[in-house]
Every structure is written in structure tokens, then in C-alpha cells.
């Protein structure tokens, strides 16, 4: 309760002070965070995969033996006291297809006891096998091939120089499951010593598959795990070491045994090697005997039947012959019965034609008869009805005379008239004459009227003919018409004389009409006179017709009597041509019959001599067949007799072989079972540790390793500069509080009550920042680490250890730098008495500075100057340790941006300026260039291939000639010619950048081979590969990044080796415009069968970048953590130098600095201070970037260790702009000092 | 036509929790040019308050002040900035010499901001330090300092030189020194000079005295004829 108002006190002074409180919190959290971060990332790489290898039980150990595995042998293993399970299982590296491309599988026997066995695998997906031709595949990677369930798995027929029969009970597997395997973190697989080369997948199947005697793997797991040792201990190492001894020794006495029994083994194989053999030998002779034999016999059958077969052709000829004959004959009397035939039909066909020419004539004579006789009754018929018909003539012609006479009296009557009419006529022209020169008198009158009347007269005298006339007849009608037309006449006549009667005068024109109509009268008169007389004349014509139609009639009658007479005289001769006729045809008739007869007689003739010779025929066919078959019949025999020789030839011959094959085997067996024995080491046992077999195990521990001492350098220089901090802002609080800690002391508190206001709130901040920094960036940290390591290793899960003492560690130093410099600061105030407490502490003198004895410097800075200057150096522990502050973020930033400078630039200069290849092909075998040439060719047809080179690459371990130093990840890589290889790999100088040549007196080997071996020109290296080593001498060296080689000539390479090399790759340089990469495989690989695999550059690069933008997200965490480190450094460094100050800042206020010089009065010292901070910065960060970028550097990956200048710009702005921005939040504070602080009096 | 400063119902309040204190209450007083004003009064009377507005150093809350015909009350922050690098001289009663720099330094300080500044050595020899202007305040005395202070006051050549306790932290001799070269400042070179003590012996000495008291002005009396420091007693 009593120290109620002290804790009081302490709160109020964190919420007052709570920007400082938390500055220092924060400092702590990031310090100790970083630290207890980055340091639990090993522990949770290695717990991860601790955890993860136990639960699978990861074998310790592998063994393996030229002789494989008994039982026995597992059981004396398990007998050793460090061993804890032993399983014996079966693998074997085969080939299967995969989209056109063979790769390597891996293929491992399922271990029959699955919960005890080792190297247990995860089931990701589907089930474990059930039957036996089912498998389980590893989960694909990147590298790996991508089966699916339910795939099918063809393994090819030989793997190497392997037959996959020899080694699987089949060859087909179907994939019923996902597993991942301990035995693989990383996405690749390992090398094989067949194929490509490399492994690209991993195949389990049931152990009943594989067809070995003897177990080709022993896995063992050790007991001291159980103990607590983890695999990535150095005691690991050292109990593995010397199991390993215990191993082999073991092995050379389980050899031992082996090697007796097969020694006993061997004596027995020997002797019955030897009675076999003799035994074999006699039977063959045998044998041999009974082949020749068989020969002789043979051969005499051939040449017995070759002689049957010449009787056979030339009876067979003779035969033929005779039937050709025969047949010939018989042609011709078939020809001859077709010519008779053919003269039979003529003959029928004439008769035919006669008989029907014959009747044709009949016919006709008597259709003329007939025609003749109705031409005779038709003419008969005709006079008879001439004969009617005159007599009707006879009457007309009566009646024409009649009218003849009659048309006679017409036309005199007719003449009359004409005369009467001309008279008239000539009665009116003498009128008109008359009235022509005189009017009309009364004579014309009479005259007209004398016309009338003679008209009339006329008229009377036309009626009287017309009486006469028949009615109807043309003659009537034309009379009534003259009549009609008279009477017309007449009435004008009257009419006329009416007029003339009237009185009126006539003119001369009436009378000239008049005489007109006279005339016309006239005229008609004439007319009709003619018309009478064209009556007479044609009743005369048709008089005279009568009588020439009478004469014809009986021309007729005369006529008809003559036909009758000749009628009848055909009708006789007809009667005798048809008599004739017919007597004729019988006799035709009867000749036809009689060919006819003859005909059929030949035919028949035809026929039975056609019978004879089929007959005939027959008989010589069956007599040639029956000699035939015999002869193929005995030819049979011959060739089995000969199938049987053959056989028994080959029986012997396989015999003999298989005899020679089994006794020489079983020689070499004995042999080699004898040399075996006999040597030694050839029993051993090879005794493999998880770092000799499993790929990038070893890579994953270095890789924690060298996490591990980044966390070495980084977060405790981070937690340095943190403590650093820490310090300074404490000594300065309680500074700051001297004269309350008097007060405290003054009123009888105990110094460490008095202490412990301080204590407690360094403790609080302390404690909060170690909770709440470890708590976030442990999750935090080794996550992002990992996740970025996860381009390289894959393990199921990632669980965070947290290293206890570590976060002991950090926490015990974050306490010192804050509790215990409390403490230690307090002590040293209250050592003070309490009086001089409760003075204000005397501020510390000003004093002339050392630049002041340069007068020559010091008098060219101006005022301000001098005076930052002398604030500078009177502290200059604060100057050190905001210095140092800045330094330490500034050598932060710069170790990141050195580290990102480092790995970042690798990809772009190796694939971009140094290699120049684009396509690998992988040949299936190792080949002499002369062999390859046909391929060579291909290539440089192929419009996107620029270039191409043979070479060959030996993986190998590299170390100086003494063998001190040893570097992996080298190869051995001979190009086809010393100078071509300058068309895929750009060798130059590292630091000049100068070509290098390939010479045939040595070797060129990268820089980091050189820097690491420290061997330079002229110096020695040792190559080891293909299991012997070689020493070459350097010639050059060449700058690469990307695992280390050893460039050598073929003449080089033969002249160090004494052989000649084979190519096993063709690296190719493609056109920018090659198109699909898949495409182009693809292709070749199906046009060359050789081609194994195709490897594309760009999957390198790309990779690389890969791996090396994981690295860029931990060295940006790092970046970004030591900006905000920057950050809180700076703004603490300045909040307390403003305010140690504000007294002297108000002082300078009240004597009317405005505020940018108030500002500048603090801030230049501010600036100066982190300028110096980013020079001493630059140099730390470049010794901590080298150091860190030599820790982690993989053997595989050389790093650029030149650090840009840009880094240090890019640093030095981040440091700057720290600053800066840390002197802006300070404006605002600056303004917010009262003046009133300069009146108070110190406290 | 007014005086040189006229401070007319000047109010100042500070807010203090829930209480409201009245620090300067309608306090109004004149001073003239080339006079020597002492503002009188206990701790807590105002005075400080007083002197910090006519400083420019604080602001008043109510009422105006008008220095030289310029009211300093409806001066902006860079006005005030200027008024008291122009127009005012400040010395402290803890002297608030920069510590880092000698005597000449702390003088040139001042200086350095101000265009018709003094010569540094002539203010330095008056106020008689010639011997240690090379000299820290850490190394120079009490009295020795104020007299820093003075010269970095006078240097500026101010309208208005405001001194607050000069002799407050300093022996009854030296305090004697300070007030008298205060004194002779006054008159030899006709600048104003505002003091303000709790000492009302010493109140004798000045043209002008303002007795204050809980803020308000109590009253004004003036020396007609004041007495030199060397003859004050206290």
C-alpha cells in the first residue's frame, strides 16, 4: 500500500513519456523479434524435418553389397547395439515411356510388414496396392513425371544393359495411389546410371515382384533417437562414423561367410562342371554322328527324287503330245461337221427361198389374173352404164336440136332488133343532128316516142321469148333481167317524153342521153345476138361430142370383148405354172431331207471319237498325277527328313551352346565366385548415409546452417544496435528525472524504491517488446524463410520450433539493455547524496573542440557551424551511439541490397552473357563423333538450330592437388573441339571480362573452383570421376555462376586419360523464332532415336531465378525490417537530443530565431549525424554483406561479391529518408516548446 | 499621444484542470521611452506573466499592449518572431547561455539574426568581460554570466530590454553589479529597460515602479529622482 503513490507515479510516467515507452518497446519487440526469429528457423527446418523423418522412419543408414543381402545378414546387423530395425528390400532403376519420351523410375519392393519397415511413404492419394500388379507413385513435381490413379506403368524391356524380365515377375503396373517419400525433400529425383541419367520418378511395388535371390538394399534405423539425438547433431555424425566402421567390418565377415559357402559351392559347381561337361561331350558326338548319317540320306533321297522328277516331266511331255494329236483330229472333223452343217442350212435356206419365190410368182399371176378380171367387170360395168348414159345423150341431143332451132329463130329475131335498134339509133343521131341546130322539135318527140315504142315493141318481143324459155335456165334469167332492164328503159323512155310532153324544151344533152341509151340499147341487142349465136354454136359442139361419145362407146364394147378373150388364155397357163411349180419344190424338199441325214450321221461319228479321247485323256492324267503325287510324296519326305535334320542340327547346335552357355556360365560363375573370393574388397559393404543418398539432404541442412548464421550477423547486430538504443534512451530518462529521484530519496524512500520507478518501467517496455516481437516474428519469420526455401525442398508440413534459449538469450540482453542500465544509471545517481540530487546537474561544459587547434579549417565555418560542430563533440557518446544507430541500420540495408546485389544479377549473366546453349539433347548413349555426324547433319538443316556441338560431361569431385579441399557440383565438360565451344559457352575473365581460350595443354576451370581450391594458372587440380582421378594443369579461368566446371580439350582429355572420349550430349544454339520448345522436342525426339531427352536452357534459368527470387523475399524481409529499425533508431537518437534541449531550444526561440533556424539548430547536428551514420554504415554493410553472402553461398552457385554502388545509394536514401522524415514528426515538437521553459530555473 | 508601452486591460488566464487562474487581471500600466521600469511584486502577482507578453513570449488573453506604437497583442506568430528579434532583449534569471559556446559566442548568437546589431566586443567590453570572452559559462561566474547575458541582450540593440530576476539567482555584490550596469545602460543609452523583482528595496533605482499583486496592478509610483544602485541597500 505504501507504494501506492510510487506505481502512481510510474503509470503516469509511461502514459506521459508513452511515445518514449513505446519507442523502446518497439525497439525491444524488433531486436529481439529478429533475432529470436531468424534463429528458430534452422531449429523448425531441422524440427520439421526431424519430426517428419521420424514419423516415416527415415533409415540411418543404407547398406549395400556387390553380393546383395541374406537373411543371415540382416540378423547380424540387427545384433549391433546402435542398431535399432533392419529391413531388407529390393529396388532396381528402370525405364519406362512417358509421353514419348523415356525416363528413369526408381522402382522399390513395398516392404511386406509395412508398420515396422523403414522409409515409410505418406499416402497422399487412392490406396496402397492390393494386388500385385498394382503401384503407388510419388506425388509429381516440377522435374518429375505427372501420373495419375488409375495410370498404367509400362516398364521398357531392357533398363541399360538390364532385362526388365530378369529383374519384375511383369511389366505392367497400375497406379493406385500418391505417395511422398522421406527419402525425397527435394523436387529431383537423383541420378541413375542408365537413361538420361536422372531419376524422374519413384515407383513402389509389391516385393513379390521382384525376381532377386538376394536383397539389393539393407536400410537400418539407430537407437539414438530415441535418445534424443537429432540427425543434424554433431554426436549423429559421430555415432554414424563409427557404425559405419562397425559396418563394414561386419561386412567383410558376413563376406566372409558368404564366400566359404560358396567356396564349398564352388568345389562342387566345379566338379560337376567338369562331369558334366565330359558327359555332355560324349553326347554330342553322338549326336553329331546320328546328324551325319541323317545328312547322307538326305542328300541320296534328294538326288533320287530330282531324277523322278525328270521321268515325271517327260512322260508328262509325251502324254501331252499325243492328246494334242488327238484333239487335233477331233477339231477337224468338228470343223468339218460345221462346214456340212453350215452348207445344210445354205441348202434349207435356198429351198425356203425358192418355195417362197415360187408361190410369190403363183401369187402374183394370180393376182393379175384377178386384177385383169375386175378390170374386165369394172369395164363392162362401165359400157353398160356408158351404154344408159348415151341413150339419155340420145335424148338431149333431141332436145339440142330443138334448141338449136330455136336459139336460130332468136337470132334472127335477135338481128332484127339490132337492126331495129340501129335504126333507132340512127333516128335519134339524125335528131340530135337536127337539134343541134335547131331546139327541140316535136319530131324529136315522135322520135322518142317512135323509140318508146320500139322498146316497147322489144319488150313485148322479150316476153315473148322469154315464155318460150325454160324457167330457171340462165337464158330465162338473163332474159327477165333484159326484160327488168327494158322496162326501166322504157319507163324513162315515158318519163322522158313526159318531160318532152310537158313542154318544156328538151335540151340537146337529153337528146344526146337519149341517143346513148339507143345506143346502149344497141348494144345489148348485139349482145344478145352474139349470146344466140354462142347458144347455136355450143348446141352444135354439143351435137358433135354426142357423136364422138357414140363412136367411143363402141371402141369399148370392142375392147371388152378382147380382155375376155385374153383373160381367159392366162387362166390356163397359170393353171400349168402352178403344176410346174410345185412338182419343183418336192423335189428340193426331198434333197434336204437326205443332207440332213448325213449331217446327223457325222455328229454322232463326232461325238463317240470325242468320247474316246476324254477318256483317254483321263487315263494319261491319272497315270501323270499318280506319278506326281508319288514324287511330292517322297519330296515330303525328303523335306521332313531335312526339317528333322535341320532340328536335330539346331538341337545340337543349341544343345551344344546351351551346354558351352551352362558350362561356361557356370566356369564364370565358378570364376567369379573364385576371383570374389579371392579378392576381398570386392565383399565389401558400402555403408550410405542419408547425406550420400538422399538428394539435397545434405543441401538442407547447410541451407539451415547458413540461416542460421545469417541469424548470427543480422538480428544480433540487430539486437545490438536495439540494446544501443535502449541504453541511450534510458540513461537519458533518468537523467532527466534526477532531481524527482532526490525528492524520492529526500522523503525516505530506500534507494531501490527509488530506483524502482525506473526499473519497472524499463522492465514494462522490455517485457512487453519481448512478448509481443518473438511472438509475431517467430511465426512470422521462419515461415516467409521457408516458404521462400520451398522452391528446393518439399516437406508435407512446416511446424515452428522456437529455440527457448535463444529467446532466453535475446530477452536476458534486452533486460540488460534496459532494466539493468536503469539500474546501473540509478545506482550511480543515488550513489550521489541526496543535496546534490535535488541540484539540477550541473549541464556539462562546453569546451573547445579539437578542430579548433586547425585554425586554417575551423575559421571558414561560419557561425552555425562551429556551433553544430561543438554540439556535436560534447556528447559524444550520444554522437557515438546515434552514429553507430544509423550505421548499424544503414549496414543493415546494405547487407540486404549486397545480398539481393549478390544473387540477383546469377541468372541474367549466366544465361544471358556467358551460355549461350538453349537445347540439351541427352543421347541414349555415349557415342564417337563420327557415329553422330548423320545427327549433325539433320541439325544444321533444321531452320532453327544456329549452331551445334557434340560434348560430354563427367560429374565430378574436384579438389587440389593435395586433396585438402574438395568441391562438389564440378563437371568435367569436353567439347568436340577446343575452339567450338565458343559458340555455347562465352569463357572470359571475371574481372577483366577477356576471352579465355581452350588450349590442349590444360585445363580452363571456373573462378570459384579456383577462389575455393585456391588454384590458380599454372597450378594443379584433381579431377575424380568415372571412380579414378586426374591431375590437370590450369591454363585459365573462366567467370561462371552456376555450378563450377573444368573445360578441357579432347586432345587434353586424352593425353590426361590415355583414352579417347565418347559424346554423350549435343548442345544446340536455336534462332530467337524457334517456336514451341514442346514442338521442337517432340520432333526430334521422334526423328532420332538416340535423342533421349531434350533440356531447354530457359527451364535452367528459370529455375534459377526461381530459387533466387525465394532468397530476394528474405533478404526484402531483412531490408525491410532494418528500415523500420532505421526509423526508430533515428526518432529516438532525435527525441532525446531535443529533449535534453528544450531549455536551450526555448532560449534560442526567445531570442528570435524563427523557426527554420530553430529547426536547423537541431536538425543539422541531426543530418551530420546520419550522414556519418551512412558512411560508417557503408563500410559495416559491406563487411556484413560479404560475410553473409559467403555463408551462404552454395557450392552449386557462385555469387557476385561486388555490391553495386546503387545498393549503397538505395541504402543511404532509405537512411536519409529516415532521417528526413524523422526530423519532420520533430518540426511539430520543436514548434510545440513554450518559451516558458526557458524562465524555469534547472531542476 | 501615448506612451512608449501602454498596456491597457490586459488579461492572461491559465487553465488549470477545473479551475480557471487569473494570472494577469486587467492589468494596465504605461511606461515611457528611456525609462527604467521595475515591476514589483511577490511569486504568483503576475509579473512573470506580464513580462512574458510585453516579451512577446506568451500572449495575453484580453486587453492590448502597444510597444512603440505597435500592438503586440494582435501580432501572428512570425510577427511575434520578429518583434522579438528586432525589438527585444531578454535576460534571463538563470542567464540561459548556450553552454556549448564562450561568452563572445552567446553573444554572436544573438547577433547573427539581427541586421543593426552592436559591435560584439564594444557590448562585451560594456558590460565588462573583455578579459573572458573566450571563456564557457561553465568556466565564468554567476555574475560574469548575467553579464553574458546582458551583452547577448544588449548586442541585438533592442527597443526594450526585459530583464526577469537578473539578480535572483546571483549574490547580493554581483546582483548589485548587474542592477547597476543595468542601470547605466538605461541611461547612457537611453534604452527602456523592464525589471521586474520580488525585491522592493531595490525599487529606488528605477525611473518607474509597478507594484502588482494577484494579477492586477496595484499601483504605479514614480522616481523623480532615482537613487544609483551603488547607494541602494538591501
Known sequence: MKKKALFKDTFREIKKSLGRFLSIMLIIAVGVGFFVGVKATAPSMYGTAEDYFSAQNLMDVEILSTVGFSREDADAVAELDEIKHVTLTYSADLITENNGEYVVAKVMAIPADMENSINLPVLRE?????????????????????????????????????????????????????????????????????????????????????????????????????????????????????????????????????????????????????????????????????????????????????????????????????????????????????????????????????????????????????????????????????????????????DAIEEYEQAKEEYEQAQRAVSMAQATLDQIKAQIDQEESHTISATDLAILQAALEASKAQLQNYQEQLSTMEPGTPEYIEMEQKIADLEESIARQEEELANLSVGSEVSKEEMLEAYDEAQAALDDAQRELDEAKAQMDEADAQMAEYNEYKAQLESAESELNSARIELEAGEREYEAGKVEAERQLAAAAQEIEDGKRELENAKASLKSGQRTLKKKKAEAQKELDDAHRQLVDSEEQLDDAQDEYEEGMAEYTDSMAEVEKE?????????????????????????????????????????????????????????????????????????????????????????????????????????GGCIVGPVALSQILPRVIFGAYSILYSLPYFIIKVPIGMLLVSVVVALICTVAVAAVVCWKELRTTTAALMRPKAPKAGKKIFLEKLP???????????????????????????????????????????????????????????????????????????????????????????????????????????????????FVFVPENKDSIAEIINLRDPDTKTPVALTDDGAVITNKLSKKLGVGIGDEICTTFNDKTYTMKVTGIAECYIYNYVYISPDYYEKVTGEKNGYSQVILCCTDDMGSHDAFSEEWLAKDSRIVSAYFTDMASNAVKDTMASLSIVVFVMILCAGVLAFIVVYNLTNINISERVREIATVKVLGFNHKEVNMYIFRENIIMSVLGVLVGSFLGYLMAQFIIQTVEVSMVTFSHDIKFVSYLYSACITMGFTVLVNLFMTKRMKAISMVESLKAIE | MSAYIEFTDVCKRYQMGDTVINAVDHAGFSIEKGELAIILGASGAGKTTILNILGGIDTSDEGSIIVDEKDVSRLNDSQLIDYRRFDIGFVFQFYNLIQNLTAKENVELAVQICPEHLDVDEVMSQVGLDERKDNFPSQLSGGEQQRVAIARALAKNPKLLLCDEPTGALDYVTGKMILSLLQDTCKKTGMTVVLITHNSSIAPMADRVIRMRSGKVESVTMNENPMPVSEIEW
Open chain 1, 126 to 398: 487412392g490406396r496402397m496396392p492390393t494386388g500385385e500388379d498394382e503401384c503407388v507413385v510419388i506425388k509429381s513435381t516440377l522435374l518429375g513425371v505427372p501420373y495419375a490413379i488409375g495410370d498404367e506403368i509400362t516398364f521398357e524391356e531392357y533398363a541399360g544393359e538390364t532385362v526388365t524380365d530378369d529383374v519384375l515377375s511383369r511389366r505392367s503396373f497400375k497406379v493406385v495411389g500418391i505417395i511422398e517419400s522421406p527419402l525425397y525433400i527435394s523436387y529431383s529425383f537423383g541420378t541413375s546410371s542408365i537413361g538420361s541419367g536422372s531419376i524422374s520418378s519413384y515407383i513402389m511395388i509389391p516385393a513379390e515382384n521382384f525376381l532377386y535371390e538376394r536383397y539389393t538394399e539393407m536400410y537400418v534405423t539407430l537407437k539414438c533417437h530415441d535418445e534424443g539425438i537429432s540427425a543434424f547433431d554433431e554426436e549423429y555424425d559421430e555415432i554414424l562414423s563409427q557404425l559405419t566402421k562397425k559396418l563394414e567390418k561386419l561386412g567383410i565377415r558376413q563376406y566372409n561367410l558368404f564366400a566359404d559357402e560358396t567356396n564349398a559351392q564352388i568345389a562342387d559347381a566345379e566338379e560337376e562342371y567338369n562331369e558334366g561337361k565330359e558327359k555332355a561331350d560324349k553326347e554330342l558326338s553322338e549326336a553329331r554322328t546320328q546328324l551325319e548319317d541323317a545328312r547322307k540320306q538326305i542328300d541320296d533321297g534328294l538326288l533320287a527324287l530330282e531324277q523322278g522328277w525328270k521321268d515325271y516331266e517327260a512322260g508328262s511331255e509325251e502324254a501331252d503330245k499325243q492328246i494334242a494329236d488327238a484333239e487335233r483330229q477331233l477339231r477337224h472333223a468338228e470343223a468339218s461337221i460345221q462346214s456340212g452343217k453350215k452348207e445344210l442350212a445354205a441348202g434349207i435356206a435356198e429351198y425356203e427361198q425358192k418355195k417362197k419365190e415360187t408361190e410369190a410368182k403363183l401369187k402374183d399371176a394370180r393376182a393379175q389374173l384377178d386384177s385383169g378380171w375386175a378390170e374386165y367387170n369394172a369395164g363392162k360395168s362401165e359400157y353398160e352404164k356408158a351404154e344408159r348414159e348415151f341413150s339419155a345423150a340420145t335424148a338431149e341431143y333431141q
Open chain 1, 663 to 767: 558350362l561356361s556360365s557356370g566356369f564364370n560363375r565358378i570364376q567369379n565366385a573364385k576371383s570374389m573370393i579371392s579378392d576381398v574388397v570386392a565383399g565389401k559393404w558400402y555403408v550410405l548415409s542419408r547425406e550420400d543418398i538422399m538428394v539435397n539432404y545434405a543441401n538442407f541442412r547447410q541451407d539451415a546452417m547458413r540461416i542460421d548464421a545469417i541469424g548470427d550477423v543480422f538480428p544480433v547486430f540487430f539486437l545490438m544496435v536495439a540494446a544501443l538504443v535502449c541504453l541511450t534512451t534510458m540513461t537519458r530518462m533518468i537523467d532527466e528525472q534526477r532531481t524527482q529521484m532526490g525528492t524520492y530519496k529526500a522523503l525516505g524512500y530506500t534507494q531501490f524504491e527509488t530506483a524502482s520507478k525506473y526499473l519497472v518501467y524499463a522492465a514494462l517496455a522490455c517485457v
Open chain 1, 856 to 970: 586554417w579549417l575551423w575559421k571558414h565555418f561560419s557561425f552555425f557551424q562551429k556551433l553544430t560542430a561543438r554540439n556535436l563533440l560534447r556528447y559524444k557518446l550520444r554522437l557515438f551511439m546515434t552514429v553507430l544507430g544509423i550505421a548499424g541500420c544503414m549496414a543493415l540495408v546494405v547487407a540486404g541490397f549486397g545480398l539481393n546485389n549478390a544473387i540477383s544479377p546469377i541468372s541474367d549473366i549466366q544465361y544471358g552473357e556467358l551460355s549461350r546453349e538453349d537445347v540439351t539433347f541427352y543421347l541414349n548413349q555415349t557415342s564417337e563423333k563420327e557415329k553422330l555426324d548423320d545427327l549433325i547433319t539433320q541439325l544444321e538443316e533444321d531452320p532453327r538450330v544456329e549452331s551445334q556441338i557434340c560434348v560430354v560431361t563427367y560429374d565430378c569431385k574436384a579438389s587440389d592437388p593435395e586433396g585438402k579441399v574438395q568441391m562438389e557440383d564440378t
